[in-house]
């Protein structure tokens, strides 16, 4: 079956460590997305990209990096100079990126939650 | 710009109750709508969309009509049931992907 994986599961972090977080998908979609989600709170959108070799800033990219060498594949960097990275990080993706296919779904996968040490 | 409302919850109701959860929406172009739900512990799950105005969609006993003359797009269920608790998203695509800021549903056995 397609779908999206996202690892680790539950990831820890020390002060001044950079981290990354995995997210791979077999759906063959060209568009892929980071979301972090706090507690009680919605999806607020941290990078994304349209297609490989290219990824634009959501609305909360100080202190995250990505890059989107495969088309499979998309990982997220925390880095030490995001200063409160305790959340869950969810990743999408999207059949067509943000201006073509619009009736299509994002599909999610689980999540990861990063804790700090 | 583009934006999603919906009711703050959480919402708490008794097994086999009717539930409603309101959604609205501002948009300047034809979004396509959709409605997710989040299991504790994991990504979110497509429930239902409707791309385009007088559209429901389905699934799982749950609907929702696209209203484009009052720009909602609410949640309905004739009948919950315990495994129904979760929180729920509201959400538009237009060239945008726009998320509301969920509603936390517990239903009471």
């Known amino acids: 079956d397609g779908g999206i994986t996202q690892s680790p599961k539950y990831l820890f972090r020390k002060e001044g460590q950079n981290v990354t977080l995995s997210c791979e998908q077999n759906?063959?979609?060209?568009?892929m997305y980071w979301y972090r989600q706090d507690p009680g709170q919605g999806l607020r959108l941290i990078y994304y990209s349209q297609i490989v070799n290219d990824f634009q800033k959501g609305d909360i990219a100080e202190g995250y990096s990505v890059s989107r060498e495969k088309k499979e594949s998309f990982p997220l960097t925390v880095t030490s100079a995001q200063k409160n990275p305790t959340a869950f990080y969810l990743c999408?993706?999207?059949?067509?990126?943000?201006?073509?296919?619009?009736?299509?779904?994002?599909?999610f996968g689980d999540g990861t939650r990063l804790s700090i040490l | 710009g583009d934006s999603v409302t919906q009711m703050e919850g959480p919402v708490t109701l008794s097994e086999e109750a009717f539930l409603t959860i309101n959604c609205t929406y501002t948009a300047t172009g034809y979004p396509s709508l959709f409605w997710y739900v989040q299991y504790p512990g994991e990504g979110l799950q497509l429930l239902l969309k409707?791309?385009?105005?007088?559209d429901k969609g389905s699934n799982k006993g749950f609907e929702a009509t696209y209203r484009k003359e009052t720009t909602s797009f609410h949640l309905e269920k004739g009948s919950v049931q315990v495994s129904d608790s979760a929180v729920y998203f509201c959400?538009?695509?237009?060239?945008?992907?726009?998320f509301g800021k969920g509603t936390r549903l517990h239903i009471l056995p």
């Open positions: 409707a791309t385009k105005a007088d």
């Open positions: 999408a993706s999207t059949l067509g990126g943000r201006d073509t296919y619009s009736n299509q779904p994002q599909h």
């Open positions: 959400a538009l695509r237009d060239d945008k992907i726009i």
């Open positions: 759906l063959n979609h060209d568009a």
